[in-house]
Structures are given as C-alpha cells and as structure tokens.
C-alpha cells in the first residue's frame, strides 16, 4: 500500500516554512538550510511537497491564508468607511504583520519580475485588496465603477504607506500621514455626494 501522507506533519512543515520565508525572504530559498531550520531534511520536503518549486506556491498561498485569518476576525460591522479604512491600516500596520507584509511584496516583485513562477498571482493579490476594501467603498449612491475607483485609490495609498513603514519603521510620521489622507480623500467623496445630492 503507498504511504499516507501525515497531514499534520505537512501542515506543521508548511507553517514553520513560512516563519522561515517571512524571516529570510525568498529570492535566495535553498532546501537545506531551509530543512534545518523547520527540523527536517530536504528529502522529507520534497516527499510532502514534490518540489522546492510547489514549495514556494504552497508557502505563498499560506501566508495569503494567515492575512485572510486576520481580516475575518476584525470587527468592522456598524462603522463607516473611513472608520473601517483607519481599522484596517491600524491592523496592517501592526508589527506583527510586517514580516508577512514584506513577503507579499517580495512575492510581488518576483511575479513582476517573472510572472511564470507565480502564475495567476498578480491579478489575484489585486482581487483580494478589492475584496478587503468593499466596506471601504460602500458610500450612498455609488456604483460599481466608482466604488472600484475609490478602492483603487486606496490600494494606491495603503501600499504606499506600507512600503514606507517597512524601509523606515517611522510609524508616528506615517500614522498622522495616514490620518490627513483619510480626512482629505473622504471630506471630498462626502463633498461629491452632498452636491450630487442637490443637483
């Protein structure tokens, strides 16, 4: 009969391989000392996960999984788009989030680089950041069309904010940056919908 596959070994495996990756990164990823550091050999890695190449899909969608984790246990019922757009950066922004951060643009940067090792995954961390901002975009009278505008322009800036805390860890600056942002870019869709309104 052919061996069963330990689940729960795989899946300890594949968490302490993320810890790895969001610690090392993943442009330099070798199986050996990989191997070691999750307690393990390489050919233990390769019978649980075919090649160091699946490897690195699984690591990537794992990490995907801990940020979705994160999202779902927010409480964002109840508050206004700038409320749940201040909730957000102050959850991503959270220390304990930055190695995972830093592995998503990392994974980003190699996809642009080299869009086959990674294939769907540019369109999809695009989908996902849509999705995690639909309650940011939520405003009276909006459409589709502009509520992917709006969550576009916030892309743009939380990603931008994100980039700057993870190369200067100036997280007053920033977090006051942010503030200003929100105020300014949801005092004019206010403004827009209040003239909308009296036309």
């Given at each position: 009969?052919?061996?069963?596959?330990?689940?729960?070994?795989?899946?300890?495996?594949?968490?302490?391989?993320?810890?790895?990756?969001?610690?090392?990164?993943?442009?330099?990823?070798?199986?050996?000392?990989?191997?070691?550091?999750?307690?393990?050999?390489?050919?233990?890695?390769?019978?649980?996960?075919?090649?160091?190449?699946?490897?690195?899909?699984?690591?990537?969608?794992?990490?995907?999984?801990?940020?979705?984790?994160?999202?779902?246990?927010l409480k964002l019922t109840d508050?206004?788009?700038?409320?749940?757009?201040?909730?957000?950066?102050?959850?991503?922004?959270?220390?304990?989030?930055?190695?995972?951060?830093?592995?998503?643009?990392?994974?980003?940067?190699?996809?642009?680089?080299?869009?086959?090792?990674?294939?769907?995954?540019?369109?999809?961390?695009?989908?996902?950041?849509?999705?995690?901002?639909?309650?940011?975009?939520?405003?009276?009278?909006?459409?589709?069309?502009?509520?992917?505008?709006?969550?576009?322009?916030?892309?743009?800036?939380?990603?931008?904010?994100?980039?700057?805390?993870?190369?200067?860890?100036?997280?007053?600056?920033?977090?006051?940056?942010?503030?200003?942002?929100?105020?300014?870019?949801?005092?004019?869709?206010?403004?827009?919908?209040?003239?909308?309104?009296?036309?």
């Amino acid at each position: 009969m052919p061996r069963t596959t330990d689940e729960a070994r795989r899946t300890e495996l594949l968490e302490r391989s993320v810890d790895y990756v969001c610690k090392h990164g993943l442009a330099e990823l070798s199986l050996r000392p990989l191997a070691k550091a999750v307690k393990s050999s390489p050919r233990v890695l390769l019978h649980y996960f075919g090649s160091k190449e699946n490897l690195v899909v699984e690591i990537v969608a794992r990490g995907r999984a801990r940020q979705r984790a994160m999202m779902a246990n927010l409480k964002l019922t109840d508050l206004s788009p700038r409320e749940v757009s201040r909730t957000l950066w102050r959850e991503w922004s959270k220390p304990q989030w930055e190695p995972l951060t830093r592995l998503s643009f990392e994974v980003y940067a190699l996809a642009l680089n080299d869009p086959s090792k990674f294939p769907g995954y540019l369109d999809s961390w695009v989908a996902a950041w849509l999705d995690a901002l639909e309650e940011c975009t939520s405003l009276p009278g909006y459409t589709r069309s502009q509520a992917q505008a709006l969550a576009t322009l916030l892309i743009a800036g939380f990603r931008g904010f994100l980039l700057d805390l993870l190369a200067t860890h100036d997280r007053a600056r920033i977090n006051r940056a942010v503030e200003l942002w929100l105020s300014l870019l949801y005092e004019a869709e206010t403004q827009t919908e209040d003239s909308n309104a009296a036309g």
